[in-house]
C-alpha cells in the first residue's frame, strides 16, 4: 500500500507544518466523535480531509475553527502549542474557515458580503469606493470572474457564490484555509472554477483543508488525503501515488494497513465482534470477480452503492437498537460487506451457495459495467432486486 505517512510516523522531510493536531478527542455524551486524531498541514498544500458521513470530519474542523474545542489533545501552531477555544482566537492564528451553508447575505451585493463584518469606515462612514475598489483587486488577482461587484449574492450562480465567501475568507490575511464540502451542490463547470480557486490558494502558499466527498475533487486538486473513520485516522495518502479505490477501502474499512492493524493491536478489536467480521467479508471482497471495482467510475459508483446500503441497512435495522453513532456504522457496516459480494444479492447473502464469482446473467454486477446499462453499480434495490 502506497501509504506514505501514517498517523504515527514523524514529520516528513518538509518545513513544520504550519497547524499540527495531535492526538485530538471529543466526546458528545456518549458518541466518541473522535479519538486520538492527528492531522498535519504545510504551507502551499491541499489537504483532502474525507471520511464517510459521521466520521468526525466536521467536528474536527470545528476544534481547529475553535468554535467546538477538543476535550483532549494538541492544537501546534508553527510548531508551537496553541488555543483555539474561540473562533476570535483561530482567525487572529490565521485560520479560516469556509462553512458549507456560506454564511452569505443574499440581499448584498458582492462588495458587501465581502466586507461583511470587517467594513472599511473612513470619517464614520462607509468608505464604498475603497471596498469595492479591493474587492475588484482580491477578485481578479484570484481570477474570480463576476459579472459585477454590485449585483445581490442571489443572483450569482452556486460556484460563484463559493468563490465569493471564499475570497471573503482570505481577507483576514490567513496562513490555513478551511473548505467545507466546496463543491457539493455544485455541477461539472462550477466545481471546475472552484477547483481551481484552491490551486490559486496554494499557489499563494495557503495550506488549505478541503473537506470532500468527491473522490474526482480529491485527486484533482490534493497533494494529501487523511481519512477519518469513526472518528479515528485511518491513514494519510499521498494522492499522486495511492488508487481511489485505495482511499474509498480506507473511508469504508474495507482495508488492511499498517494503522488500521496497529490501531487494532493496541485497543484490542475483541471490544466491537461486528468490526471484525465486517473487516474479513471485506476483505474477501475484492477477491470475487463480480465485486472487483475496475475504475474510477466504478469505484465511485461502487462506494454510492456501498453507502446506499448502508443507508438501507439502516433503516431496517433490527431490534438491537445501536447506542450510539459508531456502533450504527458498524452494524451498517456489518450488512454492507455481506452485500457487497455477491453479486445482485444484496441483503440476502445464502449460506452454502458460493455464488462468488458466479455472477447471475442479467442482475448488476459492480465492476463489469454492461454497455448500455447506466444502471450498473446503482444500489441493488433500485435495479428491482
Ligand atoms: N453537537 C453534537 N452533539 C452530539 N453528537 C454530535 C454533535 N456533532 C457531531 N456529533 C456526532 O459526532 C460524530 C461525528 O460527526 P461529524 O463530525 O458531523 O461527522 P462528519 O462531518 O464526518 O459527517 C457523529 O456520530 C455525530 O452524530
Ligand atoms: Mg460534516
Known amino acids: 500500500?502506497?501509504?506514505?505517512?501514517?498517523?504515527?510516523?514523524?514529520?516528513?522531510?518538509?518545513?513544520?507544518?504550519?497547524?499540527?493536531?495531535?492526538?485530538?478527542?471529543?466526546?458528545?455524551?456518549?458518541?466518541?466523535?473522535?479519538?486520538?486524531?492527528?492531522?498535519?498541514?504545510?504551507?502551499?498544500?491541499?489537504?483532502?480531509?474525507?471520511?464517510?458521513?459521521?466520521?468526525?470530519?466536521?467536528?474536527?474542523?470545528?476544534?481547529?475553527?475553535?468554535?467546538?474545542?477538543?476535550?483532549?489533545?494538541?492544537?501546534?501552531?508553527?510548531?508551537?502549542?496553541?488555543?483555539v477555544d474561540r473562533p476570535h482566537a483561530?482567525?487572529?492564528?490565521?485560520?479560516?474557515?469556509?462553512?458549507?451553508?456560506?454564511?452569505?447575505?443574499?440581499?448584498?451585493?458582492?462588495v458587501g458580503n465581502l466586507f461583511l463584518g470587517r467594513e472599511i469606515v473612513r470619517a464614520g462612514v462607509l468608505d464604498e469606493v475603497e471596498m469595492e475598489r479591493r474587492a475588484r483587486e482580491l477578485l481578479s488577482t484570484l481570477s474570480i470572474r463576476i459579472p459585477s461587484v454590485r449585483i445581490p449574492i442571489a443572483s450569482l450562480?452556486?460556484?460563484?457564490?463559493?468563490?465569493?465567501?471564499?475570497?471573503?475568507?482570505?481577507?483576514?490575511?490567513?496562513?490555513?484555509?478551511i473548505l467545507d464540502e466546496p463543491t457539493a451542490a455544485l455541477g461539472v463547470e462550477q466545481?471546475?472554477?472552484?477547483?481551481?480557486?484552491?490551486?490559486?490558494?496554494?499557489?499563494?502558499?495557503?495550506?488549505?483543508?478541503?473537506?470532500?466527498?468527491?473522490?474526482?475533487?480529491?485527486?484533482?486538486?490534493?497533494?494529501?488525503?487523511?481519512?477519518?473513520?469513526?472518528?479515528?485516522?485511518?491513514?494519510t495518502f499521498d494522492v499522486r501515488s495511492t488508487s481511489q479505490e485505495e482511499i474509498i477501502s480506507a473511508i469504508t474499512g474495507a482495508t488492511d494497513n499498517a494503522v488500521t492493524r496497529r490501531r487494532d493491536r493496541s485497543a484490542g478489536v475483541s471490544g466491537v465482534p461486528g468490526a471484525v467480521e465486517a473487516t474479513g467479508a471485506a476483505e474477501a471482497a475484492p477477491a470475487a470477480p463480480a465485486a472487483q471495482v475496475t475504475g474510477p467510475a466504478d469505484a465511485v459508483k461502487a462506494a454510492q452503492a456501498a453507502q446506499d446500503g448502508k443507508e438501507a441497512g439502516k433503516e431496517s435495522a433490527p431490534a438491537g437498537e445501536p447506542v450510539d453513532a459508531v456502533d450504527a456504522v458498524e452494524a451498517a457496516e456489518a450488512d454492507e460487506s455481506?452485500?457487497?459480494?455477491?453479486?445482485?444479492?444484496?441483503?440476502?447473502?445464502?449460506?452454502?451457495?458460493?455464488?462468488?464469482?458466479?455472477?447471475?446473467?442479467?442482475?448488476?454486477?459492480v465492476g463489469k459495467p454492461e454497455v448500455g446499462k447506466p444502471e450498473v453499480g446503482k444500489p441493488e434495490k433500485e435495479a428491482g432486486a
Not at 505517512?5 to 478527542?25: E, H, N, W
Not at 452556486?158 to 465567501?165: F, I, S
Not at 452485500?339 to 454486477?365: F, L, N, Q
Request: one cysteine or more; proline letters at 6%.
Open 90 to 110: 483561530a482567525q487572529e492564528l490565521g485560520i479560516a474557515t469556509v462553512y458549507q451553508d456560506l454564511a452569505l447575505c443574499d440581499n448584498l451585493d458582492v
Open 157 to 177: 450562480s452556486g460556484g460563484q457564490r463559493q468563490t465569493v465567501a471564499i475570497a471573503r475568507s482570505l481577507l483576514g490575511e490567513p496562513k490555513i484555509v
Open 1 to 83: 500500500m502506497p501509504e506514505t505517512q501514517s498517523a504515527t510516523t514523524s514529520p516528513a522531510a518538509s518545513a513544520t507544518p504550519v497547524l499540527a493536531l495531535r492526538g485530538i478527542s471529543k466526546r458528545f455524551g456518549a458518541v466518541q466523535a473522535l479519538t486520538d486524531v492527528d492531522l498535519e498541514v504545510r504551507a502551499g498544500e491541499v489537504v483532502a480531509l474525507v471520511g464517510d458521513n459521521g466520521a468526525g470530519k466536521s467536528t474536527l474542523v470545528k476544534t481547529i475553527a475553535g468554535v467546538g474545542p477538543a476535550d483532549d489533545g494538541v492544537v501546534e501552531w508553527e510548531g508551537k502549542p496553541v488555543t
Open 191 to 235: 466545481t471546475a472554477q472552484v477547483l481551481d480557486l484552491v490551486e490559486r490558494l496554494r499557489e499563494r502558499g495557503l495550506g488549505v483543508i478541503l473537506i470532500s466527498h468527491n473522490m474526482a475533487d480529491v485527486k484533482a486538486v490534493a497533494d494529501r488525503v487523511a481519512v477519518l473513520r469513526l472518528g479515528r485516522n485511518n491513514g
Open 338 to 365: 455481506a452485500e457487497a459480494t455477491p453479486a445482485g444479492k444484496a441483503g440476502k447473502p445464502e449460506v452454502g451457495k458460493p455464488e462468488v464469482g458466479k455472477p447471475e446473467v442479467g442482475k448488476p454486477e
